[in-house]
Every structure is written in structure tokens, then in C-alpha cells.
């Protein structure tokens, strides 16, 4: 398996457009989740999926945060619009089974980010 | 509110030499807890997971014990060696009320000096 695909892997954008990250899980896990990493702040969980349903969306920051999965093997991230304070690294993250203890996450590369 | 603790500063130790990590929590009941690696540019790898009612789990240099009264976790690397210079992250399954979800700390970064 390729492990967990993102894309792109690096975002240069300006402030008040339509940003879309993308997630490509690992085939059979049934939970994804989406995570944010800035240095002030860590690792932070935006939002987490199970069998393709949204679970828990209480990290999302704003409305104008939003997340899908429309199938098993995609999920998107969108923010708009943009804002400078949005930039930071985005992961995604499949496991099988809840909360990783089947044999922890498996993360992606990471898309970082950059409004200007 | 509840709080991940891992030390902010830097570790840096001689090759060779056993690392010792520290993560603490509060307000949290976890059924498990998690250690990751994270090296720079990259996404966390993880490396164990010990339950509540495991005191310690062992992976080839890798130690981890877990101290559900002390609400504590320390995280061993023995004969330590320059490539295992990385951040390492602790994360905590979220416990009643978040069950499902893994809370990550601020990670402690480790240098491996030769």
C-alpha cells in the first residue's frame, strides 16, 4: 500500500481564495481524520470520519472550514475564504478501528499551506 | 481542562547513551496511550501504543511505561543513535466524551549527538 495520499503537498494562495486539500486514506481503514500542526498550537483534530461519516467536527475552527467523504478512498478539506492565519501544515490520517488501537495512525505527508 | 505535557526544551544526549522522554496528562482517562515519531517535513510514524492496564511495552531499543496513578508516560530509547533524532509525540485515545479521537502533545524534540 502507498500509505496515506495527500495532495497537493505544498499550497501558495491568496487571502480570500477557495483552498481544497485532498486525502487519499489507506484502503480498509474506516476512520480518517484531519489534523492541523503550527508551532504555537501542535498537532490539532479538525475533524474525524468513520465509514465515511462525519463523527466529531468540533475542531473546526470557523464555517468556513468544511469537510467531506464522499467515498471510502477520498476525503477533501475546504476552506473559504482564505485567511493569512490558515496557513500551517494539514494532515490526514486513516486507522482501522477507533482511536488508532488497531495498530495506531497512519499519516500522510502533510500539505502545508501558505496565505498571503 | 485537559492538558497533554511534554517538555518544550530539546533533549540532547550522547550516542549511545538511553533517551528518556516525559508525557503528562491531566483530566484525561485514556484507554491507551500512543507514541509517535516525527521528523521534519514529514507526517508522525507511529511507534507504540501501551494500554491502561499494561505497566510497560517493550519494541526492539524502545521502552514505554504508563502510569495511569501518575497520569504519566515515559518513553525509552536505549542505546541511542544520531538517526534517531526526530520530535517524539505522545497522544492520548480522548477518553469518556471523545472516545475515537487521538489528543496529541507538543512533542519533545531529540538530538542524538555522535
Known amino acids: 500500500d502507498a500509505g496515506v495520499i495527500q495532495s497537493p503537498r505544498h499550497e501558495v494562495t491568496e487571502m480570500g481564495q477557495e483552498v481544497t486539500l485532498r486525502c487519499k486514506p489507506i484502503s480498509g481503514h474506516d476512520y480518517l481524520f484531519w489534523y492541523r500542526q503550527t508551532m504555537m498550537r501542535g498537532l490539532e483534530l479538525l475533524i474525524y470520519f468513520n465509514n465515511n461519516v462525519p463523527i466529531d467536527d468540533s475542531g473546526m475552527p470557523e464555517d468556513r472550514f468544511s469537510a467531506k467523504m464522499p467515498n471510502a478512498s477520498f476525503s477533501t478539506l475546504k476552506i473559504q475564504p482564505s485567511e493569512p492565519r490558515d496557513s500551517a501544515v494539514y494532515f490526514c490520517?486513516?486507522?482501522?478501528?477507533?482511536?488508532?488501537?488497531?495498530?495506531?495512525?497512519?499519516f500522510g505527508s502533510g500539505t502545508r499551506l501558505t496565505v498571503v | 481542562s485537559q492538558k497533554i505535557e511534554q517538555n518544550s526544551e530539546a533533549l540532547n544526549i550522547q550516542e549511545g547513551k538511553t533517551a528518556t522522554l516525559t508525557c503528562n496528562y491531566t483530566?484525561?482517562?485514556?484507554?491507551?496511550l500512543q507514541w509517535y515519531r516525527q521528523d521534519p517535513g514529514r507526517g508522525p510514524v507511529f511507534l507504540l501504543l501501551?494500554?491502561?492496564?499494561?505497566k510497560e511495552k517493550r519494541k526492539e531499543r524502545l521502552k514505554v511505561t504508563f502510569d495511569t496513578t501518575l497520569k504519566q508516560s515515559l518513553f525509552h530509547i536505549t542505546a541511542s543513535q544520531p538517526a534517531d533524532s526526530a520530535t517524539y509525540l505522545c497522544?492520548?485515545?480522548?477518553?469518556?466524551?471523545?472516545?475515537?479521537?487521538?489528543?496529541f502533545g507538543q512533542g519533545t524534540t531529540l538530538q542524538v549527538k555522535p
Open positions: 483530566n484525561y482517562s485514556p484507554a491507551y
Open positions: 501501551i494500554r491502561e492496564n499494561e
Open positions: 497522544a492520548l485515545e480522548g477518553g469518556s466524551g471523545n472516545t475515537g479521537k487521538l489528543i
Open positions: 490520517a486513516s486507522s482501522l478501528g477507533s482511536g488508532g488501537a488497531l495498530g495506531g495512525y497512519t
